[in-house]
T-cell receptor, first 106, second 111 residues
Framework: KNEVEQSPQNLTAQEGEFITINCSYS?????LHWLQQHPGGGIVSLFM???GKKKHGRLIATINIQEKHSSLHITASHPRDSAVYIC????????FGTGTRLQVFP | DAGITQSPRHKVTETGTPVTLRCHQT?????MYWYRQDPGHGLRLIHY???????DKGEVSDGYSVSRSKTEDFLLTLESATSSQTSVYFC??????????FGQGTRLTVV
């Protein structure tokens, strides 16, 4: 079993839809990271969470430490949000989920 | 932008040759990592470092070695490259409790 599990693996949406990507991890963490990778592009950090909720523009990340679960929400999705979204847990090292490929169509 | 660079960005090499990839940071972060990214597998940890001369293996370390003689540099070496090591390699840096930063990636092709 992977230490970090993401769902769904693939996601398609129409522009304007509300998107949710889920991440579960198996053991305790010091922080949970959400990252974005555009096709052929580099990897950019979106959020780092150790508790509660963070918001940046149309992106919202939440974490439930007791449930060992985090979610990334995208409100009013747009085609430029099409990318792979990756969660990673950090303890003494970063361990990644396999990513969620999101495609948003106009 | 965080100061982290990888070199080279692209490399084609022959099976059996040694290859060294370099990751350089200007952020003075303690942790440095090497990952490989392959379709269907996501990012998998090869090796990481938690200080100068302090390194540890990740989940896919076979066939790879690393060295960190200075805080700013983390080298990944393929002693004898194989076709299964064709991949995109990413370096990352972090500090405990802070966000992580990634290099631009190195596309390695072993023919």
């Amino acid at each position: 079993k992977n230490e970090v599990e993401q769902s769904p693996q693939n996601l398609t949406a129409q522009e304007g839809e509300f998107i949710t990507i889920n991440c579960s991890y198996s053991v305790g963490i010091s922080a949970l990271h959400w990252l974005q990778q555009h096709p052929g592009g580099g990897i950019v950090s979106l959020f780092m969470l150790s508790s509660g909720k963070k918001k940046h523009g149309r992106l919202i990340a939440t974490i439930n430490i007791q449930e060992k679960h985090s979610s990334l929400h995208i409100t009013a999705s747009h085609p430029r949000d099409s990318a792979v979204y990756i969660c990673a847990k950090s303890t003494d090292k970063l361990i990644f989920g396999t990513g969620t490929r999101l495609q948003v169509f106009p | 932008d965080a100061g982290i660079t990888q070199s080279p960005r692209h490399k084609v090499t022959e099976t059996g040759t040694p290859v060294t990839l370099r990751c350089h940071q200007t952020e003075n972060h303690r942790y440095m990592y090497w990952y490989r990214q392959d379709p269907g597998h996501g990012l998998r940890l090869i090796h990481y470092s938690y200080g100068v001369k302090d390194t540890d293996k990740g989940e896919v370390s076979d066939g790879y070695s690393v060295s960190r003689s200075k805080t700013e540099d983390f080298l990944l070496t393929l002693e004898s490259a194989t076709s299964s090591q064709t991949s995109v390699y990413f370096c990352a840096i972090s500090e405990r409790g802070e966000e992580a930063f990634f290099g631009q990636g190195t596309r390695l092709t072993v023919v």
